[in-house]
């Protein structure tokens, strides 16, 4: 479990350093920021990416009611562009968050939040297997 919300977020994406002891370590890097890092050539220009997570069924609205206020509180936050929980019309257990940061330190700084930390105490029971996470280069944007 614990090992499904450190792939999760910036978003989550995302603040471990007192979750419950999830990397308590303040000196070790969420993953998903380690992920990015590995991805995006140019770490000063925009990005994207998405989380996907399958919740357990009859979870949804749960899941649903944690995720609302960090998606909400991530929109504000300087370095992010776009920041948007989508649940599959087809698999209702199954959602995904599309992310736009403005760089790898606007990521830096969300993963770091404190509404990413409680969200990420909240979530871990509701996940039904590991997110999956794609990062993307944002093309012809000026």
């Known amino acids: 479990m614990i090992r499904r919300l450190l ?19 303040d000196e070790k890097e969420n993953p998903i ?9 140019d770490k000063a220009q925009p990005f994207a990416m998405t989380v996907t997570f399958k919740v357990k069924a009859g979870s949804e ?29 087809d698999d209702p257990t199954s959602f995904t968050v599309y992310e736009q940061f403005k760089n790898v330190a606007g990521l830096e700084t ?17 996940l039904d297997g590991d997110p999956k ?7 012809g944007s000026d």
């Open 7 to 25: 792939l999760v977020l910036p978003a989550l994406s995302l603040a471990l350093s007192s979750a419950g002891g999830i990397a308590a370590d």
């Open 110 to 126: 969300h993963a770091k939040s404190k509404h990413v930390e409680e969200l990420l105490k909240k979530m871990g029971p509701l």
């Open 61 to 89: 609205k749960e899941f649903e009611d944690a995720f609302i206020p960090c998606a909400k509180a991530t929109r504000k936050e300087p370095g992010c562009l776009a920041y948007q929980l989508n649940r599959d019309l």
């Open 133 to 139: 996470v794609k990062v993307f280069q944002i093309v």
């Open 33 to 41: 920021v380690t992920l990015v890092k590995t991805k995006v050539k």
